[in-house]
């Protein structure tokens, strides 16, 4: 499934098509097309005696989400603290994931009795990416979850899943800048100095290391090596958290190779001390996200005035929150033939929107009376069955940021359907998710589907439905002919 952030990176593919398409458009039209970035069709001209042009206005309203998204094997997990948020307030995200040595039954070390010492020990996670001021700085802090957490290899954990209790001591930390973290990482290996580009390096307790090699593959309780399970139940895995200060967020994988736990340590062999090392992964199931939004700001009083319509909406992505777009105008427009539908959105600057960015892709939906249940645009968004998930034409039916800095969604054949007395005017639903769940009329179930990549990336104000200027209100453009 092509993703908009995939689509994003694949633009310079497309253009030598699209400027074929561009020329074969100016030889073979007459007439002049009106401008969009939804799509190939041919609009007639908008001449008031034949074709209309009309926009309907909206009410907007803003609302959290209660998001019921949970964290995958192959997630990117978001670390660090979001402190000073003007228009949307806080957010903190701590990670958690257990590691495995690479083989069950089997003794990771040299041999037991041969170890001279333990050197050193460094948790590699593999970084993926920020989000936020570059400028600032981060710790993070590494503890052992507690066997009596809960923490399970065979969950899915949701991400405002409470705390998991961790035990003992910090097992170590790391503070480092953010516009650093790309920069080339040097360590001696066997007495060789490398350079890794990609890495955030913290160097934990040698006791830990100790410990590890005092396991073995017995069926004492020392047996830590026995299998996957034995080694959990000694070892449940590693939480990392954040203080309380800095201004971004930190992305790295798990499941990724460059995500592990290194022990460097000595060992006599045939009468010589030599320096070797082993490994240790998250090879399978046993993560967790806890991602916590506080409200603040100019969010925070929209949140609070009781108003239905809104002049401004402000989305944050999961978990975030969301509006709902209501257009009354629908209910009273005439039959006709709808040439082109689309809502058209509009984002507002704000004072750091320089490092806040917009969030990856947009996301619209329907709602029904009750909110509980969200229906896709079938005959609009062209949805792929996947079996276990949908895609769409992000392209074609919006979602994507436009070289004219706006949104617009093409839901052309949901208002023709209402004109002609096919559909009912739903309550529609904006948003910037990681996944949704929606149900396909064509399909006749629910299913997920992907919107963006990374958890907690990107929030955007965006001018509501009675924003003071009329020329970027969240509004319903719709050109037609009469019947």
């Known amino acids: 499934m092509l993703s908009p952030f995939s689509l994003r990176r694949n633009k310079n593919f497309l253009w030598p098509f699209a400027i074929v398409a561009l020329l074969l458009g100016v030889v073979g039209c007459t007439k002049i097309n009106d401008p969009t970035e939804l799509g190939g069709d041919v609009l007639p001209a908008i001449d008031n005696i034949r074709t209309f042009q009309t926009f309907l206005e909206t009410q907007t309203d803003n609302f959290l989400f209660n998001d019921s998204n949970k964290v995958f094997y192959s997630d990117d997990l978001a670390l660090g603290h979001i402190d000073d948020d003007r228009e949307f307030g806080k957010t903190h995200a701590d990670a958690y994931f257990n590691i495995l040595p690479l083989t069950g039954m ?169 320096t070797t090392f082993t490994e240790f992964y998250h090879s399978r199931g046993g993560q967790a996200n806890l991602v916590r939004r506080t409200p603040g700001g100019t969010q925070a009083q929209y949140l609070a005035n009781n108003q239905t319509s809104d002049d401004k909406v402000f989305l944050q992505s999961s978990p975030g929150s969301y509006a709902t777009i209501r257009i009354p105008g629908l209910d009273t427009l005439q039959n006709a033939v709808i040439h082109r539908a689309e809502l058209l959105v509009t984002p507002l600057e704000t004072q750091q929107n320089a490092y806040f960015f917009f969030p990856k892709a947009l996301f619209l939906d329907r709602i029904n009376a009750r909110g509980d249940t969200a229906r896709l645009f079938d005959f609009d968004m062209s949805p792929r069955d996947n079996f276990s998930s949908f895609s769409y034409d992000y392209a074609r039916f919006g979602g994507l940021l436009l070289r004219d800095s706006s949104y617009k969604f093409d839901i052309t054949r949901y208002v023709q359907r209402i004109v002609t007395n096919d559909s009912s005017n739903f309550t529609l639903r904006i948003q910037a998710p990681l996944r949704t769940y929606a149900y396909s009329s064509q399909f006749r179930r629910v299913s997920l589907l992907a919107i963006s990549d990374q958890v907690g990336y990107g929030r955007i104000v965006i001018a509501g439905g009675n924003f003071i200027n009329p020329a970027k209100r969240l509004r319903l453009r719709v050109v037609y002919s009469k019947l």
């Open 106 to 274: 089997f003794y990771p070390f040299y041999r037991k009795d041969s170890i001279v010492a333990i050197d050193s020990v460094i948790l590699s996670l593999s970084y993926r990416g920020y989000y936020g001021d570059s400028t600032s700085f981060q710790t993070l802090r590494v503890y052992e979850i507690d066997q009596r957490a809960g923490f399970s290899d065979t969950s899915l954990y949701r991400y405002d899943h409470p705390n998991f209790t961790t035990v003992g001591t910090e097992l170590g930390s790391k503070t480092y800048r953010m516009k650093q973290l790309g920069d080339s990482v040097s360590f001696i290996r066997r007495r060789d100095t490398l350079k890794l580009s990609g890495v955030i390096r913290i160097p934990i307790n040698s006791q830990l290391g100790t410990r590890f090699a005092n396991y073995d593959t017995t069926t004492t309780a020392n047996g830590g090596y026995r299998s996957d399970s034995a080694f959990l139940a000694l070892f449940r895995g590693l939480a990392i958290k954040a203080d309380n200060n800095g201004n971004a967020l930190t992305y790295f994988s798990p499941s990724d190779n460059k995500t592990k736990l290194i022990v460097y340590y000595r060992v006599q062999k045939n009468g010589t001390i030599d």
